[in-house]
């Protein structure tokens, strides 16, 4: 008999498009800010610093998907991922997954780990 556990207020659930697609025990966000230094002629230090493009790394750990889950990983290209805590909302948008891996054994439910690298991050409260 297969069983699912309901997840709890303490637990961080994971939508993808704005369904959602199961529970996760933790995650880890990696985020980098491009920037360049602007030097002025006859200058030896720096005028400005000029920031470029921010990307986000994102890697949900033990993901535990939903008994019917709505997307497959593998098919997703520019998706908006939301990882919703009891007390906010963490959206990130311009979605590409950068790697699967999958862990399963007979009778138990797969895990996976999932990085994706996103373009935009938005916090909802």
Same mark, same amino acid.
């Given at each position: 008999m297969n069983t699912y /556990?309901? *997840?709890?207020s303490r637990e961080i659930s994971v939508t993808i498009n704005g369904?959602? =697609?199961?529970?996760? =025990? %933790?995650?880890t966000l990696h985020a980098e800010?491009?920037?360049r230094s602007l030097?002025?002629?006859?200058?030896? &230090? *720096?005028?400005?610093?000029?920031? %470029?493009?921010?990307q986000y790394t994102i890697t949900l750990k033990r993901l535990l998907l939903s008994q /019917? *889950?709505?997307e497959d990983f593998f098919d997703l290209e520019d998706f908006t &991922?939301?990882?919703v805590k009891p007390e906010c /909302?963490?959206?990130? !948008?311009?979605? =590409?997954? /950068? !790697?699967?891996? =999958? !862990?399963?054994?007979?009778?138990e439910n797969c895990l996976?780990?999932?990085?994706?690298?996103?373009q935009r991050r938005m916090v909802l409260e």
């Open positions: /556990q309901i *997840p709890t369904v959602r =697609q199961g529970v996760v =025990q %933790g995650y800010k491009e920037s030097e002025a002629f006859g200058s030896s &230090l *720096p005028v400005a610093t000029v920031t %470029g493009r921010e /019917q *889950p709505q &991922l939301a990882i /909302q963490i959206v990130f !948008s311009g979605c =590409q997954w /950068q !790697s699967i891996d =999958q !862990s399963c054994t007979v009778g996976e780990t999932v990085t994706v690298v996103a």
